[in-house]
């Protein structure tokens, strides 16, 4: 199992951004994926879930309305639109993928929000 994330940099308050993860190594079309986040000195938090076929979304609730979670099973990815970004929503973001029991991360793409 293999997760690319890419997309992130340095936006200002208030912009947009959209994460990408490539995954290869499993049967994508038949897993759910998340979206994690980890901020300095905090602990990795799920930001976003969609289902195998992409029919359920779920997000934190500090991120709901803003961010959107969708997916091409077609490419094998899943991506993250990010609206109205804030200074808080700086972090690393994380792909990750629940495959027979096992977990799997990406490299992670690091998201800074700042004027």
């Known amino acids: 199992v293999q997760l690319v994330e890419s997309g992130g940099g340095l936006v200002q308050p208030g912009r947009s951004l959209r994460l990408s993860c490539a995954a290869s190594?499993?049967?994508?079309?038949?897993?759910?994926m998340r979206w994690y986040r980890q901020a300095p000195g905090k602990e990795r938090e799920s930001v976003a879930t969609?289902?195998?076929?992409?029919?359920?979304?779920n997000y934190a609730d500090n991120v709901k309305g803003r961010f959107t979670i969708s997916r091409d099973n077609a490419k094998n990815t899943v991506y993250l639109q990010m609206n109205s970004l804030k200074p808080e929503d700086t972090a690393v973001y994380y792909c990750?993928?629940?495959?027979?029991?096992?977990?799997?991360w990406g490299q992670g793409t690091q998201v800074t929000v700042s004027s």
């Open positions: 990750n993928v629940v495959v027979f029991s096992l977990d799997y």
């Open positions: 190594g499993f049967t994508f079309s038949g897993y759910a």
């Open positions: 969609i289902t195998n076929a992409g029919g359920r979304t």
